[in-house]
């Protein structure tokens, strides 16, 4: 069995940092990219940040960048996401996601591996 279990959410205050962990079982952590998504009540799945590891290259949504910094600990089986400078918009539940095979890893639906998520709150 695949499992993606992130940890590390919680209630912060504007201006306060997270890191958010995604730890990987049954699976060699020979993903194409991985990526972390968030949604908040009523909207649809974000994505925030993506990792392509093969190359290592990183891309970030716009709303994200500068503050937060995806990583991952191969030799853990772990991705990571750094989130600096929160900000009440940045409240959602977090959603590590994961995709097997080469392809397009921009959308939500491109993934196949998904955590259960962990929720992250900004108070102002």
């Known amino acids: 069995q695949v499992q993606l279990v992130e940890s590390g959410g919680g209630s912060v205050q504007a201006g306060g940092s997270l890191r958010l962990s995604c730890a990987a079982s049954?699976?060699?952590?020979?993903?194409?990219?991985m990526g972390w998504f968030r949604q908040a009540p009523g909207k649809g799945r974000e994505g925030v940040a993506r990792?392509?590891?093969?190359?290592?290259?990183?891309v970030y949504a716009d709303s994200v960048k500068g503050r937060f910094t995806i990583s991952r600990d191969v030799a853990r089986n772990t991705l990571y996401l750094q989130m600096n400078s929160l900000k009440p918009e940045d409240t959602a539940m977090y959603y590590c996601?994961?995709?097997?095979?080469?392809?397009?890893?921009?959308?939500?639906?491109?993934?196949?591996?998904w955590g259960q998520g962990t929720q992250v709150t900004v108070s102002s």
């Open positions: 996601a994961a995709r097997s095979s080469s392809g397009l890893c921009s959308t939500a639906s491109a993934y196949n591996y």
């Open positions: 049954g699976y060699t952590y020979n993903a194409a990219c």
């Open positions: 990792l392509y590891t093969g190359s290592g290259n990183t």
